[in-house]
């Protein structure tokens, strides 16, 4: 074997070497944080809201089948969830940071708009929703 080829073959060892020990050190930094970053994804989901309550009628009536509505006020996007026979409905993992307005209907009534501000702490709200106004356009 000739100098320069031994002087190549030891460029490609070392630069292996290289590879490996960088890999190793990537491997390590991942196995070190997903413990963190899987914290942090806990801390993360117990901080998300929750939203529940029930639908009733002006008499406190629970309202089977009522449509609530629940708009992010940021983004304009809109959940819905249809009420159980126990007029209940729940919203969950809600980003605290964000305000939501709610309300319901069935028929051709609908309960008064309900804000639910990024200001207030509360993790989990309950908020009775109360059949009360003709909707408007009927």
Not at 41 to 70: C, F, M, T, W
């Amino acid at each position: 074997m000739s100098c320069l080829s031994h002087a190549i073959a030891r460029k490609q060892h070392a630069n292996i070497r290289w590879a490996f020990c960088v890999t190793l050190v990537l491997l390590l930094g991942i196995i070190i944080s997903a413990p963190a970053h899987a914290q942090n994804d806990k801390k993360a989901e117990g901080q998300l809201r929750i939203v529940h309550g029930s639908v009733v009628d002006k008499d406190e009536n629970p309202v089977a089948s009522s449509i609530v509505y629940l708009v992010n006020v940021k983004t304009q996007a809109i959940r819905t969830y249809v009420a159980d026979d126990a007029g209940n409905y729940r919203f969950s993992g809600l980003d605290p940071n964000v305000d939501y307005n709610l309300h319901a209907e069935r028929n051709d009534l609908t309960s008064a708009t309900r804000t639910i501000s990024s200001f207030d702490s509360s993790r989990d709200l309950e908020i009775i929703l109360k059949l009360s106004h003709k909707r408007k356009g009927r």
